[in-house]
């Protein structure tokens, strides 16, 4: 069972993913903030990182290059990316991203391809 760390500020949108994710089978810890998220993944293994884009004390970017410095896959689900862009000066091109509001069943399958990208 793939195991997943979701941070996400909102309540509501984080408990909506994690029960989405967790009927479909994966494993998910979760995190409200970048440090929170920096803290679990420094010390838990995890086979994907999901991120808000923004969040209270910075930005899901942090989150995502920290997982693919340890070889773990990441996404960004934002609601936000035109103001990373111009105002955090974020290129997220290089990013597996999303844009809120995001389908349950879209997200099932944005990370059912991310997973099977990185097994083949």
Known sequence: MPRILMIEDDTDVRLLFENVLVDDGYEVDTAETVKAGCERLD????????SD????DGIGTTLADMARGKG????????????????GGVDL??????????????????????????SD
């Open 93 to 118: 091109s290089s990013y597996n991203m999303l844009s809120k509001p995001v389908r349950p069943r879209e997200l099932l399958k944005a990370v059912a391809r991310t997973l099977g990208a990185c």
């Open 43 to 50: 010390h838990q293994p995890y086979d994907l990182v999901i």
């Open 72 to 87: 773990i896959p990441a996404m960004i689900i934002t609601g936000y990316a035109l103001w990373l862009h111009e105002k």
């Open 53 to 56: 884009g923004r969040l209270p």
